[in-house]
């Protein structure tokens, strides 16, 4: 069982930074990848960043060179970092942990969301 508690966000103007993160507790057998999504009113969740337990990471295409994910597995944390914000990128911000029961079943944890609001 996991809990995920994300933090950092806020409101900044464009072309400001913002570092979310992403606390994990609890105890599950194994991760397959985490990552962080976004979902803005009246559109759907979007896959952000996400990370795999191999430490692949891979971007939406709307945020690359301007995002970077990372990961603390001592801390079991995990981060966003979003420099060159633009108002586009306002939305609610989710951990996800994509995860494996003992006996193999996949468990998909998401967090509360964080808010993240960009002014022009």
């Known amino acids: 069982q996991m809990q995920l508690v994300e933090s950092g966000g806020g409101s900044v103007q464009a072309g400001g930074s913002l570092r979310l993160s992403c606390a994990a507790s609890?105890?599950?057998?194994?991760?397959?990848?985490m990552g962080w999504y976004r979902q803005a009113p009246g559109k759907q969740r979007e896959l952000v960043a996400a990370?795999?337990?191999?430490?692949?990471?891979s971007y939406a295409d709307s945020v690359k060179g301007r995002f970077t994910l990372s990961r603390d597995n001592a801390k079991n944390a995990l981060y966003l970092q979003m420099n060159s914000l633009k108002p586009e990128d306002t939305a609610v911000y989710y951990c996800?942990?994509?995860?494996?029961?003992?006996?193999?079943?996949?468990?998909?944890?998401w967090g509360q969301g964080t808010q993240v609001t960009v002014s022009s």
């Open positions: 609890g105890s599950i057998f194994s991760i397959n990848a």
């Open positions: 996800n942990a994509d995860t494996n029961t003992l006996l193999g079943h996949r468990l998909d944890y």
């Open positions: 990370i795999t337990s191999g430490g692949r990471t």
